[in-house]
């Protein structure tokens, strides 16, 4: 079976919310906010050990997060070097005989804001929360991502461009989720750059079920 390359997204620098999510939620060797950082999300998820195998041998990279589904499989390398990050991406690719073009370019799925949150959403929201609280009477973004991985893409562009509460995102499965809070206005300019990363990134696109 031909592995799908669904996701491949490079971070030149993780935000500090970003990168303390992924300390407090992953398994791996956890990174710091600044270094740089590669999702890899590939179909079938099995083959997700071998990228992994790829990517370690050739590079000083350390993996943050390894997800093997049945369907896809999601990698996360990092380093204070840009360029060990690149490599490491590149030997990926190489592996697979595919190039940074095949892969699929994301679709915004989901993108709404809900104005001056009550405080008993607020409650339910934080009950599964692995980030940060929201707050009564705050704003809050959601966005749903195809593919999965790309969830990270929109959060770290969020980050950079407001201050904004990171409260929890999903780079993995069949979607990618992605939940902020924060001012009216702050979150207004989160969700625009996030919207934009998103819409801006090149890529094939996803090829169409036709139930016969």
Request: aromatic share 8%; glycine share 8%.
């Amino acid at each position: 079976m031909a592995t799908a390359l669904r996701t491949y997204c490079f971070l030149d620098a993780l935000q500090p919310q970003l990168a303390t999510f992924m300390g407090k939620t992953s398994r791996g060797f956890l990174p710091v906010p600044g270094q740089a950082s590669m999702w890899i999300e590939i179909a079938p998820g099995i083959a997700i050990n071998q990228v992994t195998d790829v990517a370690l041998k050739a590079t000083k990279v350390q993996p943050a997060v390894q997800v093997v589904e049945r369907a896809y499989g999601l990698l996360e390398i990092h380093h204070d070097d840009q360029g060990e990050v690149l490599q490491a991406g590149a030997s990926v690719l190489k592996y697979l005989g595919l190039t940074e073009a095949e892969r699929l370019k994301p679709k915004v799925l989901t993108n709404q804001i809900i104005r001056s949150v009550e405080a008993y959403q607020t409650q339910i929201i934080n009950r599964s929360s692995a980030g940060m609280m929201v707050l009564p009477g705050q704003s809050l973004f959601i966005l749903e991502t195809e593919p999965a991985g790309y969830a990270v893409l929109a959060a770290n562009e969020a980050e950079k461009a407001a201050h904004v509460y990171l409260i929890n995102v999903t780079p993995y499965g069949a979607f990618g989720r992605l939940y902020m809070s924060g001012s009216e206005a702050e979150i207004d300019a989160a969700a625009a750059a996030a919207t934009a990363a998103l819409t801006g990134m090149a890529g094939k696109e996803a090829e169409k079920f036709v139930d016969r």
